[in-house]
């Protein structure tokens, strides 16, 4: 019964949720944004199961009890070994397991695993139902709607159908196609044009999974807008890590309808400073944390200020809290 209440809970959240974003979405940036919405869903950083499994890495999977809902992507192809490296997810406490077949780095395409898999979905069930025998929190997947010279038309739903058979019972769709030859990762994540259209038949083809689209999204309205439209939920990336406010600080209230927090975004960044005090305790640097809080001004009057003091001080020997102080006192005055 607490299984059950569980994934309905993430499954609740899921209807926003923050992309796993390489370099950005670590434990620090996760803090930062649980602070904004207490509802929205966390994604880390992609973390591969050779790293887990074979590397020891278990200090991949640190985070804060904070950042609940909060879910773990894997990279991987070999069906056992993504079944450990699940296993040492579930123990670590996160509620949900996330498989990657959507990354299109070259180190991603080298190890067989990310975008590639989309070319390999009978292995990806393997996968799934590997991970799933392994856990008992929910295993998701993470997909590109093709790649290269696939028909997405054709190849996404074939592979829905077979990670449907494997158990799967939630997706998440980035709308684009990967290009593995000829685009960069950065290109790869503008220059195929999106489809949304494709990831709502899906839904109507496909309506006892839960599914969510990638790609593109700006504002919360657009939000809304496809959950409106039938859709499970929306994983937005880089809007909410470049305005967070703007994306995180009014979810729950728009997407939730809980009652708005009055609170404003200087708010937040103070209540940023005791983990900066216990990071820096811990022989941390304050630019590992201030760096995911740059945007946090985005369009307002002094973003460029506050992003200027933290970006140039952050750096220098001694900085901290007194540092994320300075820049706030500087900013403009509510009226």
Known sequence: MAEKKRKKEISTASRLSVAPMMDWTDRHCRYFHRLLSGRALLYTEMVTAPALVRGGATHLLDHDAAEHPLALQLGGSDPAELAQAARMGERAGYDEINLNCGCPSDRVQSGTFGAVLMTQA????????????????????????????????????DFLEKIRAAGCRRVIIHARKAWLQGLSPKENRDIPPLDPALVLRMKRDFPDLHISTNGGVESLDEVQDFLAQGLDGVMVGRAAYHRPWDILGHADAK???????????????????????THLAAGGKLAQVSRHMLGLFAGRPGARHWRRVLSEGAHLPGAGPELVEQALDALPRAA
């Open 122 to 157: 009978p292995l990806v069930a393997d996968c799934v139902a590997a991970m799933r025998d392994a856990v008992s929190v929910e295993v998701t997947v993470k997909c590109r709607i093709g790649v290269d010279e696939q028909d997405p038309e054709v190849i996404l739903p």
């Open 255 to 277: 997407l939730w309808g809980d009652t708005p927090l009055p609170r404003a975004p200087e708010d937040v960044a103070r209540a940023m400073l005791p983990y900066i005090d």
